[in-house]
């Protein structure tokens, strides 16, 4: 234990002494009748016990007043342990919540410890120091920033909720947390995590000393890790496959149900990082499945995982129009897509009636028509400029680089061997995000202007090896999910936090989202879209059209987790981020930071105070007493 204001002890040094000679000197004389004279030696005894400078006698009340003055000088000397945790006055604390930090090897899970150890954290904090709090897994949220309000900080922790999409990416976080601590002196950074988190190996240098401090102790964790329901020629086949992400072999049972009713059980024997998977024919009428594990063990860690859903586009179709001077590649591609039903129209008699409710997408291939059609749009090759960008040229052999990070579009897509002869140079608006970069343009762009989203590909299919590679199936794909949410292989897949947009024509009215736990949403209709944001729940969703009271249209979305990083569950003992001390490692064994407890020692005083004033007053309290037993025995008789 340490002191850091030791010179307080010095109070007590001089208050204590003058306590005692009060004591001392204070005659305690009392007038008594006597009936005797040989009772005078007593009083003369007293006389002579009241002088001062005599042998203290035992008295309660000196050791009261003197315990007081003890845990008041302690208290006012601040004393303090040393501990894990943090040093700065200025502390940033990042705290992961997402999917892994629903594991319940935690108080109960592993979200409730890191609160309770950020509410720790808080603790530690000097009487002068401030705090940020910043929630990060899913869109990062800054609480509550450079605050020495402890309730205020208290209140933003324990309001941290799970949020089940977005994976666990720190970087946005480091680098506010990094835009912040760069303004203050003695800032630290604490990372408050299971560890389970993407690299953050290409961070720049952090401008202050990072904490990490690991959650969870167990790594069992078997999930439910793909599964659709597609047409067959029987009616529909029905695919769920379970992964074990854990270090052990484990034995499951899978509970499929069509329609929340229990179809068939199946059990499960999985080794560690393998998979298993159930194929069976359902009737064509089913239009939900769910997939549930069942473990008997008790040893699963992640109850999150363990459920997964699937919807059926039987008889649903999507309407998607192709404009095209004639592609083989893109209308194979397109036939093979589950859910879609593909309108191929001529070029030269290209008219745009139907809403784009009735043909969502239109795919536009080396084709720009006078006027563009309603919906969401994907251009190939476009010759001319458009209102959403500019063609300015031409690149030849251009080598395409998709950009950093994990772009939904090119999710299981290698683009490393695929040539290309020639593509237009494309100038794309503030709306688009880069996709796929290349020598003198962008190749591949994709965002939403306008309520309506587009994809621009610089490039014709036949001047490429693309239509020949295998990512060509899975990037037309991604592309079509993207541009219609619900249809492509995807057969009407959302993840988690992804909003649920919907085209609507103008001539519907009201458009109603119910969530798996019954709640129902009526989103606004603007700019021919519905769009539900609150999507973090996993289960079905049930979109409804309506014309005034008629139901026009009706589908469904299943959302699941379907996130292996989220799946894999073991705690990880160290965080690589790379700091300005020239650190690469976030530490956490030093016990560099403080626990004051003068708080308790000040409350204790108060109580030892007002025990000694109970015993000073112990006579009237005694008077008090006697005076209200007399008066409830008159009352009584």
Not at 41 to 60: F, H, S, T
């Amino acid at each position: 234990m340490s002191l850091l204001a030791p010179l307080a002890l010095i109070s007590g040094l001089i208050i204590g002494p003058i306590i005692v000679a009060m004591y001392l000197l204070k005659l305690r004389r009392e007038e008594r009748r006597v009936s005797s004279t040989f009772l005078w030696q007593r009083v003369v005894r007293d006389v002579e016990a009241n002088a001062p400078w005599q042998k203290l006698r035992r008295n309660i009340l000196l050791l009261l007043q003197l315990l007081l003055l003890l845990l008041l000088v302690l208290a006012l000397a601040r004393p303090f342990f040393r501990t894990t945790g943090i040093a700065g006055r200025n502390l940033i604390i990042i705290i992961d919540r997402s999917a892994s930090m629903s594991a319940t090897d935690g108080a109960p899970t592993r979200l409730d410890a890191a609160k309770q150890q950020a509410l720790t954290l808080i603790g530690q904090l000097p009487d002068d120091g401030r705090a940020t709090v910043i929630a990060a897994g899913g869109q990062t949220e800054n609480l509550v920033s450079a605050s020495t309000d402890r309730r205020q900080l208290r209140a933003a922790i324990t309001s941290i909720q799970p949020r089940t999409g977005g994976g666990s990416d720190l970087t946005p976080a480091l680098t506010l947390a990094a835009a912040l601590s760069s303004r203050e002196a003695e800032s630290e950074i604490a990372i408050i995590s299971d560890g389970n988190v993407r690299p953050l190996d290409t961070l720049p240098p952090v401008p202050a000393t990072v904490r990490y401090f690991p959650i969870g102790q167990r790594s069992a964790n078997v999930a439910v890790s793909a599964m659709a329901m597609q047409p067959s020629a029987a009616g529909q086949t029905l695919f769920a496959q379970a992964t074990n992400d854990g270090p052990e072999a484990a034995t499951r049972r899978l509970d499929l149900y069509l329609d929340d009713q229990l179809f068939n059980a199946y059990n499960l024997t999985i080794a560690p990082g393998a998979d298993q998977s159930v194929v069976v024919e359902v009737p064509s009428q089913v239009r939900k499945a769910e997939a549930r594990l069942v473990d008997e063990t008790a040893s699963d860690a992640l109850p999150l995982d363990d459920r997964g859903w699937a919807v059926s586009t039987l008889g649903e179709a999507t309407t998607v129009r192709l404009l095209s001077p004639g592609n083989r590649f893109l209308e194979v591609g397109l036939s093979r897509l589950p859910g879609i039903k593909v309108t191929v129209v001529p070029t030269s008699t290209a008219t745009f009636t139907e809403s784009a409710a009735q043909v969502p997408l239109t795919i536009l291939d080396g084709i720009v028509p006078p006027t563009l059609p309603p919906g969401n749009l994907f251009f190939i090759a476009p010759p001319r400029s458009t209102e959403f960008f500019s063609v300015t040229g031409q690149v030849d052999f251009p080598t395409l680089r998709p950009t950093p990070g994990d772009d939904r579009l090119l999710r299981n897509v290698k683009l490393s061997d695929v040539s290309v002869l020639k593509a237009n140079r494309i100038q794309p608006g503030t709306w688009a995000r880069t996709v796929v970069d290349g020598d003198g343009g962008p190749m591949l762009v994709a965002g939403e202007r306008d309520g309506r989203r587009i994809v621009v590909l610089a490039f014709d299919l036949h001047n490429s090896d693309l239509p020949v590679q295998i990512a060509f199936p899975l990037l037309l794909s991604n592309i079509v999910s993207e541009l219609v949410p619900g249809s492509g292989a995807d057969t009407a897949q959302l993840a988690p936090g992804q909003p649920l947009a919907l085209l609507v024509d103008s001539s519907i009215t009201t458009v109603r989202i119910t969530h798996p736990d019954g709640t129902v949403v009526t989103p606004e209709l603007r700019n021919g879209q519905a769009i539900d944001s609150a999507t973090d729940a996993l289960g079905v969703y049930i979109a409804e059209q309506f014309q005034g009271e008629k139901l026009v249209a009706r589908q469904r979305y299943a959302i699941n987790l379907f996130d292996a990083a989220e799946s894999k569950i073991a705690p990880q003992a160290a965080l690589n981020v790379p700091q300005v001390s020239g650190l690469q490692q976030a530490t956490t064994s030093e016990r560099v930071g403080r626990q004051e407890f003068w708080r308790w020692l000040a409350a204790l005083a108060l109580v030892v105070l007002i025990v000694e004033w109970l015993v000073y007053q112990r006579n009237g309290i005694a008077y008090l007493r006697q005076r209200w037993r007399t008066w409830r025995a008159r009352t009584a008789g």
